[in-house]
């Protein structure tokens, strides 16, 4: 019988030899996992547990009819402004509804009042 046991170490050192090459990007790998996990931590810290990161961000103080009325009474208008300004305050964080069309019915009840009014170019104005 024949001694392999060099045979065997020379294996061994070509298999190392092999594996070498691979060993930075299984390293980067390795890297971009840890970072994510990092990230995703994060992430579910600022979650509070509830899946929804909105649910931490400060709700906006009022009610929108208020909202919109004292915006109006600041310069005229139009729904499309309306509605980009309260979606920037934090009025409609997981709404379900269009935000268009909520500002438009919180519009009516004022525009019933005679507190605001639309103009032929279609802005409106608080009174």
Do not use: W
């Not at 810290?45 to 103080?61: D, T």
Request: no cysteine; net charge positive.
């Amino acid at each position: 019988m024949r001694d392999i046991r060099e045979d065997l170490k020379e294996r061994i050192r070509v298999e190392h030899a092999r594996r070498e090459p691979h060993q930075e990007a299984l390293k980067q790998i390795d890297d971009n996992i840890a970072g994510l996990e990092r990230l995703l931590a994060t992430e579910e810290s600022r979650s509070n547990g509830n899946g929804s990161v909105a649910a931490i961000l400060p709700r906006p103080a009022g009610n929108l009819t208020d909202y919109l009325t004292k915006m109006l009474k600041k310069a005229p208008r139009t729904l499309d402004e309306m509605r980009d300004a309260a979606v920037a305050a934090g009025y409609f964080e997981g709404a379900k509804e269009s935000p268009g069309r909520a500002i438009h019915g919180k519009l009516l009840n004022p525009i019933r009042a005679g507190r605001v009014i639309k103009d032929a170019e279609g802005k409106y104005h608080a009174i």
